[in-house]
Nanobody
């Protein structure tokens, strides 16, 4: 059974940073791709970043002004995926989801999400 559990969310001041973690079990971690999505209140869910088994990354769905603030990474020894966000803005307030699967980008298996709230 595939399980993804996000952590690291919370209330953060604008301009600050945070790192989200996603602990994964039930799959062969090293051969899978992962992604982070987010959904802000009243908005549709959007892809933030994805990382493949070869460690290549993609941030193409983010606005250009946001791409340099987000970093996705993975640790195959810890079966964990990370998302670091720098210079947080109020528009980063959302529920962040860790996702894996066979699709490109992954979309089949979802964690419950972790809330990130940025205060101005």
């Amino acid at each position: 059974q595939v399980q993804l559990v996000e952590s690291g969310g919370g209330l953060v001041q604008a301009g600050g940073s945070l790192q989200l973690s996603c602990a994964v079990s039930g799959i062969i971690f090293r051969i899978n791709a992962f992604a982070w999505y987010r959904q802000a209140p009243g908005k549709r869910r959007e892809l933030v970043a994805s990382i493949n088994s070869d460690y290549s990354t993609n941030y193409q769905d983010l606005e250009d002004s946001a791409k340099d603030r987000f970093t996705i990474s993975r640790d195959n020894n810890k079966n964990t995926v990370y998302l670091r966000v720098n210079r947080l803005k109020s528009e980063d307030t959302a529920v962040y989801y860790c996702v894996t699967g066979r699709s490109i980008p992954p979309k089949e298996y979802w964690g419950p999400g972790t809330q990130v709230t940025v205060s101005s």
